[in-house]
């Protein structure tokens, strides 16, 4: 084989690498923002929205909104982050059954998909995936969550992604990314 030969085979191997590593790892590869709150910080794409509230019963509530579904949609898929006060000592596995109770008893349909051991910031926790139909009044959504439950120094952090079923697992990368960066302030 000729030398120009051999420069071009291995160009075109050289590209087709790049190619399956692009596929493989778009998340790494986003522009990021790093939201640093009081009680804990996480990094996200920097095209996603983010807004902090401060809902009744938590500390903190920080969102997370897909920015092409803001205007598409009448459901935005989202991820957010809550803090809550804890008012008796709780296990993990405990907090994770009451949160199953509550949506349960919420949602039409529930499913609960999965529930296992998750390690966050170096902390055992518990990540639960459920689905189901919430009523709202534009309509009712055919939904799936994915929440990773950390308990420390007597608070209950919550890492929620949700999003319609048909587009969930489109997500599961930039929930990852968020799990995978947060850190809580302790």
């Known amino acids: 084989m000729s030398v120009r030969k051999n ?31 009081d009680y804990f910080s996480l990094e996200y794409p920097a095209d996603w929205i983010s807004q902090e509230e401060v809902p009744q019963g938590m500390i903190l509530e920080f969102v997370l909104l897909a920015p092409e579904e803001v205007t598409v949609n009448e459901f935005t898929s989202n991820i957010n982050v809550m803090a809550e006060e804890l008012r008796q000592d709780i296990s993990i596995e405990e907090y994770a059954d ?7 008893n919420m949602l039409e349909d529930f499913t609960l998909v999965e529930r296992k051991e998750v390690m966050v910031d170096g ?14 009044e534009a309509g009712d959504y055919s939904l ?4 990773a439950i950390m ?17 969930f697992y489109e997500y ?15």
């Open 151 to 167: 308990i420390e120094a007597e608070l209950a952090y919550i890492v929620t992604l949700t999003a319609e079923q048909e587009v």
């Open 98 to 104: 009451l949160v199953l109770i509550q949506v349960e």
């Open 123 to 136: 902390r055992i926790g518990v990540e639960l995936t459920y689905s189901g139909i919430a009523e709202d």
């Open 144 to 147: 799936t969550w994915r929440q």
């Open 172 to 186: 599961e990368d930039i929930y990852n990314l968020v799990i995978n960066s947060l850190a809580l302030n302790i």
């Open 7 to 37: 420069n071009l085979l291995f160009g075109l191997i050289l590209a087709i690498l790049l190619l399956v590593f692009l596929a493989v790892y778009p998340a790494n590869l986003q522009a990021q923002n790093t939201f640093e709150g």
